[in-house]
Structure formats: structure tokens, C-alpha cells
């Protein structure tokens, strides 16, 4: 399907991007990577008037850590952070969630900005930011703001983007050292799917104790949860059968899960539940 007419605005700085948005308002859309504007405007669910993009602004793409923590600029494609040297010695959850996104062209297109703003559910970063304790950087009009990722997703497909804002960078943590991770990604179908259960866990242990837990999950609810309630059932907890099982009770519980045709809130919960138990046997080993 041809795409409609449009504006498009290469901005220079973010002062150019915000100046553009400002004068197109509602009708502008951000684009990057254009691996998810571009598709909705094909299948006319979008329609702007203009389209700015973030491509010429330097500095955007940069990914570079600072001893304590990696900041990725929101241009970084999921290609770049995947095989980035620093995020794989340092994140390396991170770097196997983006790796996992969609196919290699995408990985190749797609941004992290981008996908974070998207706000979908089924999608790979976001679980294993949400573990990870990262912050979203974010540009307005008038100031920044910066918004802890778990306060980010606020809905089916909504962020905390405001009207006229501009997501510039994300500040990742560094992963403790010697702490076990995993992502799991569960696709019923082909491995290039979106996620039915995307779940990312971080744990610290020592002689089979659990002294932290941090799991989110991607997928199953209505945007990306940080499963609070299981992480905090299995921290100081020892990790046996038991535990184990418990905590996959407990997560089970503590999501909202999506109905859909891919697949019922039933099923969805029972999947997290068996998920949840496997990934955490195998870490404990």
C-alpha cells in the first residue's frame, strides 16, 4: 500500500526535532529506525503529516559506560548493543535480549529508542531493563526528565512520553558480577516471533541461598512487569524445589495476563508458571 504524503524533517540537534514536533504537534511522529512507524503508515494506522527524524543528531547512537553504568543512546540499534564489547562484558542479559529481537535486519534497523517508546509488550529489551534497574532519559520543551523504567510502561502501548518529548539515551546499571542471569524467550512458534513469555532474571546467590531476585516478563500482560512479588518470595530464600515453586505461584498471581488470539489469559499464565520454574532450576545449578 503506498503511504500517504508527508513532511520530513532531517533535524539536526534535538533543539531542530523539538522546534518540529512543536510546529506539526499531534500530527509529527519521531522516527529512527523506522522499523514500526513505517509498517503502520503502509497499513494507513498512522497517517502524519510529518516525520522527524532523529538521524542526523550526533551523539545519539553512542553507547559508552562510565565505570558505575552504560548509557545507550536511543538510536543505538539493537544490532549495536548485542555485539557491543562493553554491554556483553557488563550486560550481558541486555545484550542477549537484543539479540533476540526479531529478525537480523531488524536488529540491524530497529532502535532502542524506538522499541522503548513503541510500548509493546512482546518485545525483548524491555524485561531485561526492567531487571536491570535502568532510567529513561527524556526531552522536553522545557526540561528533562528522567523516568525509572518501571514506571516507564503505563499501558497497552503507552509510555510515559509526554506530548513534545524526545527519548535521548537510557542508563543502564551494571550487572552485579558473578550474579546469575538468564532471558528466556518463548515463542509457540517460529524463533523470530514476538515473545509469548519473555522473562529476564538476575539473581544473586551464595552457598544456594538466594540473597537477591529480579525477574520481569514480556508478553503476557498488557506492557512489560517487573514481578516484584516473586523476586522478593525467592530473596533469602534457599533455592530448592520449593522456593522454586513458589515463586512461579507467585508470579503467576501477580500478572494481569492479555487475552488475544495468539494466545488466552489462561494459557499465558499457565506458560509463565512453567517458565518461571524451569529457568530458575536451571540457574540454580
Not at 46 to 61: C, D, F, I, M, N
Request: with cysteine.
Amino acid at each position: 500500500m503506498n503511504l500517504k504524503p508527508f513532511e520530513y524533517v532531517e533535524a539536526t540537534s534535538l533543539d531542530d526535532a523539538l522546534k518540529a514536533l512543536d510546529a506539526y504537534g499531534d500530527e509529527a511522529r519521531i522516527v529512527a529506525g523506522g522499523t514500526v512507524v513505517v509498517p503502520l503508515m503502509k497499513m494507513r494506522m498512522v497517517q502524519p503529516e510529518a516525520l522527524v527524524s532523529l538521524t542526523r543528531v550526533e551523539g545519539l547512537a553512542d553507547v559508552r559506560g562510565d565505570g558505575e553504568r552504560i548509557t545507550i543512546g536511543a538510536l543505538a540499534t539493537h544490532r549495536a548493543v548485542s555485539t557491543s564489547p562493553l554491554v556483553r562484558d557488563r550486560l550481558p542479559l541486555l545484550a542477549e535480549a537484543c539479540g533476540r529481537v526479531a529478525s537480523p535486519v531488524i536488529r540491524s534497523m530497529g532502535t532502542i529508542g524506538g522499541n522503548l517508546c513503541y510500548g509493546e509488550s512482546a518485545s525483548d529489551p524491555p524485561s531485561a531493563m526492567l531487571v536491570l534497574g535502568a532510567r529513561v532519559h527524556v526531552r522536553g520543551p522545557e526540561e528533562e526528565r528522567v523516568v525509572p523504567v518501571e514506571d516507564f510502561f503505563v499501558g497497552y502501548y503507552e509510555t510515559a512520553i509526554g506530548e513534545g518529548e524526545i527519548l535521548t539515551h537510557v542508563e543502564v546499571p551494571l550487572q552485579p558480577e558473578g550474579a546469575r542471569w538468564r532471558y528466556l524467550k518463548w515463542t509457540p512458534r517460529a524463533r523470530e516471533d514476538k515473545p509469548l513469555v519473555g522473562l529476564a532474571v538476575l539473581l544473586d546467590v551464595e552457598d544456594g541461598t538466594c540473597r537477591e531476585a529480579r525477574m520481569a516478563v514480556g508478553g503476557v500482560a498488557d506492557r512489560p512487569v517487573l514481578l516484584a512479588g516473586a523476586s522478593a518470595a525467592l530473596s533469602g530464600a534457599t533455592l530448592d524445589d520449593a522456593a522454586i515453586a513458589d515463586a512461579a505461584e507467585v508470579a503467576a498471581d501477580e500478572v494481569d495476563p492479555v487475552d488475544d488470539l495468539q494466545a488466552s489469559a489462561g494459557y499465558r499464565r499457565d506458560m509463565l508458571r512453567v517458565w518461571v520454574r524451569r529457568v530458575l532450576d536451571q540457574l540454580r545449578a
